[in-house]
């Protein structure tokens, strides 16, 4: 999915494929609470789809960066959206299809800052609000 499927879909469609594989575009903000469940409604009523192999969740935003003693909830509320809620709403949305399949795959993409092993080295780093925001994701 993408966020705006007007104004990407010309730009993937223009992407090499196999010969016999068909590239659909649809709609998924992860800032959307609704996109993942409308994407997955379209691709079965519009398409035939009825079932998925492999979901990838490898949206995400770092759009600011400070400690935590002086992060903004706001600022972590827009992370957790995207970083986290997102997952949950596309795993959610694309669960029935998956279970369709005979070896299904959910794959969220992490980052060494969103593992508890890894943390530590990027501590450094003050991305307060990315690495929460996925270190939640990884735990789905």
């Known amino acids: 999915g993408v966020r705006n499927a ?3 879909a010309a730009a ?3 992407l090499p494929r196999a010969d016999d594989s068909k590239l659909i575009v649809v709609q998924l903000d992860c800032a959307s609470r609704s996109d993942a ?3 997955i409604q379209q691709l079965k009523a519009d398409h035939g789809i009825a079932h998925l192999n492999v979901v990838i969740a490898n949206a995400a ?3 600011n960066y400070g400690p935590a003693s002086t992060m903004p909830l706001e600022h972590l509320e827009a992370h957790m959206q995207v970083n986290a809620y997102a997952v949950l709403l ?7 299809m998956m279970q369709a399949s005979n070896a299904p795959q959910f794959i969220c993409i992490g980052a ?3 593992t508890i092993t890894e943390m530590e080295g990027c501590a450094r780093a003050p991305l307060t609000n ?4 996925k270190l939640a994701a990884c735990y789905l």
Do not use: K, M, N, V
């Not at 990315?130 to 925001?133: A, D, F, R, V």
């Open 6 to 8: 007007a104004s990407q």
């Open 12 to 14: 993937l469609h223009e």
């Open 37 to 39: 469940e409308a994407a």
């Open 61 to 63: 935003i770092a759009a």
């Open 90 to 96: 596309l795993f959610q949305a694309t669960r029935d």
């Open 112 to 114: 060494p800052i969103s």
């Open 130 to 133: 990315y690495g929460l925001s």
